[in-house]
């Protein structure tokens, strides 16, 4: 898949260690600790220093406590570099890359230190669906798309002829992981790649990135000085992993490269391929605003309890926009990111296919979103609750502590509101008479200090 920025909302967050490898994208530079919360959210990069470089190493333990993360281990694993990137020669002989070019691409590589402090931090604050949407769902955004639209309309008739994929998602994409080309980080990826390929925590995931990183440059595609990106590896308009890159990487001119960072037939084309080959329905929509009627049982808002939309129908909801569904044996699921007090959707197949692009929730919310805007449609009908205030770190773990206390959770409080926690809370929410919607607000944590 196309690898993008999981900038990870209040109650929406991902664990898994794909998802964090696979997600530190463009967006997450650009915004930093705006939406941290999980394995998926990169920390920010700290300031530069006074004449410019980047800052150095913390030369501080991890936060994660992992014993590849102490400050002795990462010294110790910095020293033996070089010889760790050496040591992936058999390797990179046996996907083709030649000794010359290994050495070449090779030469001169030293250890970005200052990732390891990018890896494992854990920012205190999270950030409120609606402002984030706020954020990439703007005017400017939208103008610049229509724009880009506009100009390449002979390369997006190009992919959508071939791909069957809905050109606003391919654009709504590359405006929201780069701003249209304008913020894909600026980091070596062979640098970065192999940084995490020798030193920290997550090596065998790295590992693979930084070989797929030098077949892309050994077969000719890009140049060394195109292969940049973010602190993880991801790289170009539409944030690809090298790993990725290979997999759906292709050739939408048929010059012979496959050229996703300048070349707009490929990036458009290799992008729709991506969405395509991950499952995209042709002609369907991503999903659907609805109202939620009121003493909803939102025990069913729940990716994995799929209904068709009549049967949504005959549970009480409705279009936002009082429209009829134009298929009504869709299959979706029930999304409610801001609670009973905050609009709902039903999300399609092709929502599902978005988040394989990248899995969070609110990200693919405003590809979709976004997507609808540049198509001409208005903006979501209900509004959001936005006078609550998002908890702290500190807050989320007290939260799941205070759930765990009472026998509603059993995971590890770890201040992150995922899967798990929101169905603690419902359940707790259930207990006590309110809407179980799963919605971590300050006034349930009073509510659990107060039980």
Sequence with gaps: MIIAAALVVSNQVVSSDQAFAQSQGGLADLFGNLFPGSKSSPPPEAALGGDGSAPPWSGEDGASGHPLMTAAAIRQAAANFDNCVASMWPDAARRNVTRENFERFTAGLTPDLRIMDLLDSQPEFTKAIWDYLDILV??????????????????FDAAEKAYGVDRYAVAAIWGIESNYSTQMGDRSVLQSTATLACIGRRQAYFKDEFLSALEILNRGDLRPEQLRGSWAGAFGPTQFMPTAFKRYAVDGDGDGRRDVVDDPADLIASTANNLKKDGWQTGQSWGYEVVVPKNFNYMLADRAKAMTLAQWQQQGLRRANNQPFPHPADKAYLLAPAGAEGPGFLMLQNFRVIMKYNPAEAYALAIGHFADRLRGAPPFVQPWPRQER????????????????????????????????????????????????GFATSDMLERLRGQ
């Design 138 to 155: 703007n005017d400017n955004r939208l103008a610049k798309g229509r724009e880009i639209l506009a100009k390449y309309k002979a390369q």
């Design 390 to 437: 998002v908890l702290s770190r500190a807050e989320r773990l007290e939260l799941q502590q205070l759930l765990a206390q009472r026998g509603f959770y059993r995971g590890t409080p770890d201040g992150q509101i995922g899967g798990q926690t929101r169905e603690a809370l419902r359940s707790f929410q259930a207990s006590i008479g309110t809407p179980a919607d």
